[in-house]
C-alpha cells in the first residue's frame, strides 16, 4: 500500500498534487510520501512483534536525513557500510547501540569512527577485518562487539548483481570456516562476540531462501554454543523484494511468520535490516517531457532526468513502472523513455506504451525510493535533483536542487595553469 495514487486521472502523493509539486519545486524531483514510509516501517516492525527485535534500516536504501530521522522516531536503527553513513545517522539523531556495520572493506578511519560512537555491532567479513578492529579497539582501550556475517551458500534467486549469499560472491565468510572464525575471535582481547549476520541479497521475491539460509546460521548457532560461544543478537540482513512490475513478493507478515516460525525457541534479539520494502515504493522521480522523436524504428520520449538521476534501468536493465501524471490525451504511443546523457544506455523505461504526450508534460517513474537519489551522480555534470517529502496538504524540501557553483566545490586549478 502507497499513497501515490489517481484522483480523476492525476497523480497524486497524499493530498498534494504531483503537477504543483513540479511546478514548485521543479524536475527532474523526489518526491516521499511520509505516511507511507511509516505505514511500511510499521507494518514490518509489527509483523515482528512478540519477539525480541530491532528493526535497522539498511542506510544504502535511501539516505537522506529526513528519511533516516522518520524511522529513528518510528523506534528503528540503522545499517550502514560506510563512515558516511554513520555520520549521516548520528545527524539524524540516531542512538549509537542501535548502529549495525557491515561491509567488506572497512577503514581504519572507519572502525575509529564507529568504535568512538559506540555502536551495537561490527558485522566482520574476514580474519584480517577481525585483527585491524581488534587492534583498533585496544589502542583506543576498548573491546569491539561483533558478529561475523556468514556465507551461507544460498542461491536468492534475484539479479546476479544484486546476488551475495553465495560462495562465488565476496561477501562474509564461508560457513564451513566460521566455527574457527569465531574460536580465533574468542582469543582476542579486544573483542567481544555479541552475534552472527548473514544476508543474502536483495528484491528476494520468495521466502524459501531466507528459511534455507537461516537453518544453516541455526545449525551453527548451536555448534557455537556447544563451544560456549553465546549469541545474543541474530542479524538476518535485509532483502524482501517489492512489486516494481508483476511480480508477488511476501507480504511482510508472511516473511516473519517464515522466520519466526524458525527461531521461535532460539534465546536471541533479532535483527533485521530492511531497506528496500520499506522506501522502494514510498518514492517516485518526475521528470518532464522535453521532446518526442521517432526513428524508422522506434520512437522516443526525451525527458529531463537522465541515468544519472536514476540509473537502476541501465544498469540492472531493472523495470521501473512509468506513468503520466496527468492523462491528457486517449491516443497511445508506444517508445522508448530515455534521458538527455549522451549514452544509448541512458533509458529509464524501453518499449512502453503510454498516453501520446506533449512536450511538457510530466511522467513518474515509480518505485523510485530505494536505490534512486543514493545512486545518482553528476555525470554529464548534470546538477542533482531536489528531494521533497511530502506529509498530508504539505510538502519540504529535504534535499535543495544542486546549483552550478555545488558542481564543482572542491575542485580547483592548479597555479601554473592559470594565465600569467
Ligand atoms: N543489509 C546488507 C548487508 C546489504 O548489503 C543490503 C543491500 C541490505 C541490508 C538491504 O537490502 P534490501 O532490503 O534493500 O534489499 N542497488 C541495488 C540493490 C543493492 C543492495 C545492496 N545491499 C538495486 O538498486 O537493486
Same mark, same amino acid.
Request: hydrophobic share 40%; glycine share 6%.
Given at each position: 500500500?502507497n499513497?501515490?495514487?489517481? &484522483?480523476?486521472?492525476?497523480?497524486?502523493?497524499?493530498?498534494?498534487? %504531483?503537477?504543483?509539486?513540479?511546478? &514548485?519545486?521543479?524536475?527532474?524531483?523526489?518526491?516521499?510520501?511520509?505516511?507511507?514510509?511509516?505505514?511500511h516501517?510499521?507494518?514490518f516492525?509489527?509483523?515482528?512483534?512478540?519477539?525480541?527485535?530491532?528493526?535497522?534500516f539498511s542506510v544504502k536504501a535511501n539516505?537522506?536525513?529526513?528519511?533516516?530521522?522518520?524511522?529513528?522516531?518510528?523506534?528503528?536503527?540503522?545499517d550502514?557500510v560506510?563512515?558516511?553513513?554513520?555520520?549521516?545517522?548520528?545527524?539524524?539523531?540516531?542512538?549509537?547501540?542501535? %548502529?549495525?556495520?557491515s561491509?567488506?572493506?572497512?577503514?581504519?578511519?572507519?572502525?575509529?569512527?564507529?568504535?568512538?560512537?559506540?555502536?551495537?555491532?561490527?558485522?566482520?567479513?574476514?580474519? !584480517?577485518?577481525?585483527?585491524?578492529?581488534?587492534?583498533?579497539?585496544?589502542?583506543?582501550?576498548?573491546?569491539?562487539?561483533?558478529?561475523?556475517?556468514?556465507?551461507?551458500?544460498i542461491d536468492p534467486k534475484t539479479h546476479p548483481y544484486i546476488s551475495t549469499g553465495l560462495?562465488?560472491n565476496?561477501f562474509?565468510? =564461508?560457513?564451513?570456516?566460521?566455527?574457527?572464525?569465531?574460536?580465533?575471535?574468542?582469543?582476542?582481547?579486544?573483542?567481544?562476540?555479541?552475534?552472527?549476520?548473514c544476508h543474502i541479497g536483495s528484491q528476494i521475491t520468495e521466502t524459501a531462501p531466507f528459511v534455507e539460509s537461516?537453518?544453516?546460521?541455526?545449525?551453527?548457532?548451536?555448534?557455537?554454543?556447544?563451544?560456549?560461544?553465546?549469541?545474543?543478537?541474530? =542479524?538476518i540482513g535485509g532483502g524482501l523484494g517489492i512489486t516494481y512490475d508483476k511480480e508477488t513478493p511476501p507480504h511482510p507478515?508472511e516473511y516473519?511468520?517464515a522466520?519466526?516460525?524458525?527461531?521461535?525457541?532460539?534465546?536471541?534479539?533479532?535483527?533485521l535490516e530492511p531497506g528496500r520494502v520499506i522506501v522502494g515504493n514510498a518514492g517516485?522521480?518526475?521528470?518532464?517531457?522535453?521532446?518526442? &522523436?521517432?526513428?524508422?524504428?522506434?520512437?522516443?520520449?526525451?525527458? =529531463?532526468?537522465?541515468?544519472?538521476?536514476l540509473i537502476r534501468p541501465s544498469l540492472y536493465d531493472a523495470y521501473q513502472e512509468?506513468?503520466?501524471?496527468?492523462?491528457?490525451?486517449?491516443?497511445?504511443?508506444?517508445?522508448?523513455?530515455?534521458?538527455?546523457?549522451?549514452?544509448?544506455?541512458?533509458?529509464?523505461a524501453?518499449?512502453?506504451?503510454?498516453?501520446?504526450?506533449?512536450?511538457?508534460?510530466?511522467?513518474?517513474v515509480m518505485s523510485a525510493g530505494a536505490y534512486g537519489?543514493v545512486m545518482?551522480?553528476?555525470?554529464?555534470?548534470?546538477?542533482?535533483?531536489?528531494?521533497?517529502?511530502?506529509?498530508?496538504?504539505?510538502?519540504?524540501?529535504?534535499? !535543495?536542487?544542486?546549483?552550478? &557553483?555545488?558542481?564543482?566545490?572542491?575542485?580547483? %586549478?592548479?597555479?601554473?595553469?592559470?594565465?600569467?
Open positions: 500500500m499513497h501515490f495514487q489517481l &484522483k480523476n486521472n492525476e497523480l497524486f502523493c497524499e493530498e498534494i498534487s %504531483i503537477k504543483n509539486l513540479a511546478e &514548485k519545486w521543479g524536475t527532474p524531483l523526489y518526491i516521499y510520501s511520509h505516511s507511507t514510509l511509516c505505514h516501517f510499521r507494518t516492525d509489527s509483523a515482528f512483534q512478540g519477539y525480541p527485535h530491532l528493526i535497522c539516505s537522506n536525513l529526513a528519511i533516516l530521522r522518520t524511522f529513528i522516531k518510528e523506534g528503528g536503527g540503522g550502514v560506510s563512515g558516511g553513513e554513520v555520520f549521516r545517522c548520528l545527524k539524524a539523531g540516531i542512538d549509537p547501540k542501535k %548502529i549495525v556495520y561491509g567488506v572493506g572497512k577503514t581504519k578511519p572507519e572502525i575509529d569512527f564507529a568504535l568512538k560512537t559506540g555502536i551495537l555491532m561490527f558485522n566482520i567479513e574476514s580474519t !584480517q577485518e577481525l585483527n585491524l578492529i581488534n587492534q583498533q579497539a585496544k589502542s583506543l582501550n576498548t573491546k569491539a562487539p561483533v558478529s561475523f556475517r556468514i556465507n551461507p551458500d560462495k562465488k565476496k562474509g565468510i =564461508d560457513i564451513s570456516q566460521a566455527l574457527n572464525k569465531y574460536k580465533l575471535a574468542q582469543s582476542l582481547k579486544n573483542i567481544e562476540i555479541v552475534g552472527i549476520s537461516l537453518r544453516k546460521v541455526k545449525g551453527l548457532i548451536k555448534r557455537l554454543k556447544e563451544e560456549a560461544v553465546i549469541i545474543r543478537f541474530l =542479524d507478515s516473519a511468520q522466520i519466526l516460525r524458525e527461531i521461535r525457541d532460539e534465546d536471541i534479539t533479532l535483527v517516485i522521480l518526475v521528470a518532464k517531457v522535453l521532446y518526442t &522523436k521517432s526513428s524508422s524504428e522506434k520512437n522516443f520520449i526525451i525527458v =529531463d532526468a537522465g541515468m544519472n538521476d512509468v506513468i503520466p501524471v496527468k492523462i491528457s490525451s486517449a491516443k497511445k504511443y508506444r517508445a522508448d523513455i530515455v534521458g538527455p546523457i549522451c549514452e544509448s544506455g541512458d533509458f529509464l524501453r518499449d512502453r506504451l503510454l498516453p501520446e504526450p506533449q512536450n511538457g508534460d510530466l511522467l513518474s537519489f545518482s551522480s553528476n555525470y554529464n555534470s548534470r546538477p542533482r535533483p531536489a528531494e521533497v517529502l511530502v506529509a498530508g496538504k504539505r510538502s519540504y524540501l529535504i534535499r !535543495q536542487r544542486e546549483s552550478y &557553483k555545488k558542481l564543482i566545490r572542491g575542485e580547483k %586549478i592548479p597555479g601554473f595553469l592559470m594565465p600569467e
